[in-house]
C-alpha cells in the first residue's frame, strides 16, 4: 500500500495527525494492510478516530487477503456498531464477526493454505484512548522522552517457538483480542507496527526514530526503510499518530443543548418555537409533559421539559438530552419515536404521541387484567425490553406506570429518563433510580443494575397487574425491606394457570440466580404457555436467606429452652 500523507482534524475539538507506509522488502508480496478512517465530526465524537495495522500470516497462501479483509471490515462495521455499545464491545463484536468468516472460507475453498492474520486497532475518542490486539504486531506509545509497549505478543514462549502465533484472527475457531484503554495527552505518539518493523530495529531505535522525526508522515517512511536497511526479511508496515489537541473535557453526548433555558409552565394556545401547546399531559416533580401540535404539519406530539424549579441544574438537563439521545437510537415501535429537531430555543425535546392510557391508569380505572391479557403484555414488555439490552441500555424504572397501551391496543414502554448506557455519563445523584417496590432485592445491598433487574421489575408489573400486591409487600422510599419468599400470585387470583405461576415465581425470585437471564428466555417462557413445564423455584433455607436471623432466633429458641430447664430442675 502506498503511503498515506498525514491527516489532521481541523474541524473536531481533538486533533489528530497520521503518517503511514508499508514496504514488500524482500519477499515475493506484502501481506501486511493498514488504514485509518476520517470521520465526521459527528462520528468521531460518537465511535471515535480508527486506526488499524495487520500483518496476514504468511505461513498461508491467502495472508496478504486475510489481512486486507480484517482491516477493511474493521473500519467499516465498527462504526456500524450502536452508540450505546462500549468500544471493548464493538471491538470483541466486529473481530469476532471477521474471524468466523476467515475461518470459514479456508474450509470451503479447495486450495490448500491457512488464512490468518494479526491485527491492532487503536481508537481515539474523547480525551481516552482504546485498543484491541491480537498476535504480534504492537503498539507503542511515546509520552515526552518514554516509548512503552502497550500490547503483548501472542507468540509460545517455549524455545525455538518465539515467532509461532497462539492467537491470530482465523487461527482459531475462537477469537481472544486484548483490550486496553487510557488517558490521552497532548503530544502523544503512537505507533502501529509489524513485526517486519520492531523485530529488526528493536526498541531503542524505535524510539530514537520516533524522536528524530516528529511528523507521522515523516516517521512512518523513515521507520519502514531503516527496518529493511537493518537487513529485515519480512514485509515492514508502520502507522504513527500525534495527537496535537484534545477537548477540555469528555463530551457527554446529546450535551449542546443543556444550557438553554427552560420554557416555563405552558397554558394552552401558547407557541413554543414551531409547537402550539394544547393542554398539559402529565406533570412529575422533575418533568413536565405537553400534548403539543406542530405550527406547520398539524401533527399531534408530546413535548418534555423540565420543571422550571429546574433551571440552571445541568445534571438534570443532561439527563433529560441523555433520555432524548437514547430514545433516537432505540428504534423499536414498542418504543415512541423522537422527533429530530432542526433548533430549538428552550430545553426540551418531542416524542411521538398515542391517544390511551397507562398501565396504572387502567388499574386505577377499576380495569382487572386476565391471565391472557397479562401473558400478551408480557410478551409485548419481553421485545421492548429485549431491543434494549442489545443496545446494551438499562431502563431502570420498569413498572405500569412506565408502560402505555394505545387505542389499538399496541404497548409502548415509556419514559428513559433515568435508563443507563455505557455512553451515558456518570449520575451523581445518591441512591439507586427506580420505584422501590419494583427494585431487585440485590439493589437495596451492594447489587448493581443490569438486565436482570430490568426483568425482575418487569415481573413484579405483571405479578402486580394480576393481584395489585407485591411479591415482597410495599416497599416505601428509604425502606431497607428483608425479603423471605415471594408469595405465589395464584394466593390473591386462583384462576391464574400454573404455569403462569411459576413463571412470574421465577422472574420474581429473591436471588438472581433463580431468575431468567434475558429477556429472550423470559419471553419463550411466556409464548410456550403451559408448554413451558417451568418448576417452582425451591425456597431458600432461612440460614441462606438471612444468616444473621437464623442465628439469633437459634439463639433465642437455645435460651427458652434452657430457661425452662432450670424451671423444671429447680420445681423438681
Not at 52 to 59: H, I, L, N, Y
Not at 534 to 543: H, N, Q
Request: proline content about 7%.
Amino acid at each position: 500500500m502506498s503511503p498515506f500523507p498525514a491527516k489532521d482534524f481541523p474541524n473536531m475539538p481533538m486533533q489528530l495527525e497520521f503518517g503511514y507506509a508499508s514496504e514488500t522488502g524482500p519477499r515475493e508480496r506484502n501481506e501486511d494492510f493498514g488504514g485509518f478512517v476520517t470521520p465526521d465530526a459527528a462520528q468521531a465524537a460518537a465511535r471515535g478516530v480508527l486506526a488499524v495495522v495487520a500483518d496476514g500470516v504468511s505461513g498461508g497462501v491467502h495472508g496478504r487477503e486475510a489481512a486486507e479483509t480484517a482491516v477493511r471490515n474493521l473500519l467499516a462495521d465498527f462504526y456500524a456498531t450502536p452508540e450505546t455499545w462500549e468500544i471493548p464491545h464493538s471491538f470483541g463484536v466486529v473481530l469476532s464477526a471477521i474471524n468466523r468468516w476467515l475461518v470459514g472460507q479456508v474450509s470451503s475453498r479447495h486450495e490448500a493454505g491457512g488464512m490468518a492474520t494479526t491485527l491492532t486497532a487503536l481508537v481515539f475518542r474523547g480525551r481516552r484512548y482504546h485498543y484491541a490486539h491480537v498476535g504480534d504486531s504492537r503498539l507503542y506509545r511515546l509520552r515526552g522522552e518514554r516509548l512503552e509497549q502497550l500490547t503483548r505478543d501472542h507468540v509460545w514462549e517455549t524455545p525455538g517457538m518465539s515467532h509461532v502465533l497462539k492467537r491470530a484472527l482465523g487461527l482459531d475457531t475462537h477469537v481472544m483480542p486484548d483490550f486496553g484503554d487510557g488517558e490521552l495527552a497532548v503530544g502523544d505518539r503512537f505507533l502501529l507496527v509489524s513485526d517486519g518493523v520492531w523485530e529488526p530495529l528493536g526498541e531503542q531505535e524505535l524510539h530514537r526514530l520516533l524522536q528524530l522525526h516528529d511528523q507521522p508522515e515523516f516517521a512512518a517512511p523513515a521507520l519502514v526503510r531503516e527496518a529493511h536497511v537493518r537487513g529485515g526479511q519480512d514485509n515492514a508496515t508502520a502507522l504513527v499518530a500525534r495527537v496535537l489537541a484534545l477537548e477540555e473535557v469528555d463530551r457527554v453526548p446529546a450535551a449542546d443543548a443543556r444550557d438553554l433555558p427552560l420554557p416555563g409552565n405552558l397554558h394552552a394556545g401558547a407557541r413554543l418555537d414551531d409547537f402550539l401547546i394544547e393542554e398539559k399531559a402529565h406533570e412529575s416533580s422533575a418533568t413536565l409533559l405537553y400534548r403539543v401540535r406542530h405550527a406547520d404539519t398539524g401533527q399531534t406530539w408530546l413535548l418534555k421539559t423540565l420543571q422550571p424549579l429546574l433551571e440552571g441544574d445541568r445534571e438534570a438537563a443532561e439527563r433529560l438530552l441523555m433520555e432524548e439521545w437514547l430514545g433516537k437510537r432505540v428504534r423499536s415501535h414498542y418504543l415512541p419515536e423522537i422527533l429530530p429537531l432542526q433548533a430549538r430555543n428552550y430545553l426540551y425535546f418531542v416524542q411521538s404521541w398515542h391517544e390511551g392510557a397507562s398501565l396504572q391508569q387502567r388499574l386505577d380505572a377499576g380495569h382487572h387484567f386476565t391471565s391472557a391479557e397479562v401473558t400478551g403484555l408480557g410478551i409485548r414488555l419481553m421485545k421492548a425490553l429485549g431491543a434494549l439490552h442489545r443496545l446494551d441500555v438499562l431502563h431502570r424504572d420498569v413498572k405500569p406506570g412506565n408502560l402505555h397501551l394505545d387505542s389499538a391496543g399496541k404497548l409502548r414502554l415509556l419514559d428513559l429518563g433515568v435508563a443507563w448506557c455505557p455512553a451515558c455519563p456518570a449520575s451523581e445523584a445518591d441512591g439507586v433510580p427506580g420505584t422501590p417496590s419494583f427494585l431487585a432485592p440485590e439493589l437495596f445491598g451492594q447489587g448493581k443494575a443490569g438486565p436482570g433487574t430490568d426483568l425482575y421489575a418487569a415481573g413484579v408489573t405483571l405479578y402486580h397487574l394480576l393481584t395489585r400486591k407485591y411479591p415482597y409487600g410495599e416497599v416505601e422510599p428509604f425502606q431497607h425491606p428483608r425479603f423471605g419468599e415471594p408469595a405465589p400470585p395464584s394466593r390473591y387470583r386462583p384462576d391464574i394457570p400454573p404455569w403462569l405461576d411459576n413463571v412470574l415465581l421465577k422472574a420474581c425470585a429473591r436471588t438472581p440466580e433463580q431468575r431468567f437471564e434475558t429477556a429472550e428466555e423470559f419471553l419463550i417462557a411466556l409464548e410456550r404457555g403451559e408448554a413451558t413445564r417451568l418448576s417452582r423455584p425451591r425456597p431458600t433455607p432461612a440460614l441462606e436467606r438471612d444468616p444473621l436471623r437464623f442465628w439469633q432466633a437459634v439463639a433465642f429458641v437455645s435460651l427458652v429452652f434452657n430457661l425452662l430447664l432450670v424451671y423444671l430442675l429447680l420445681a423438681g
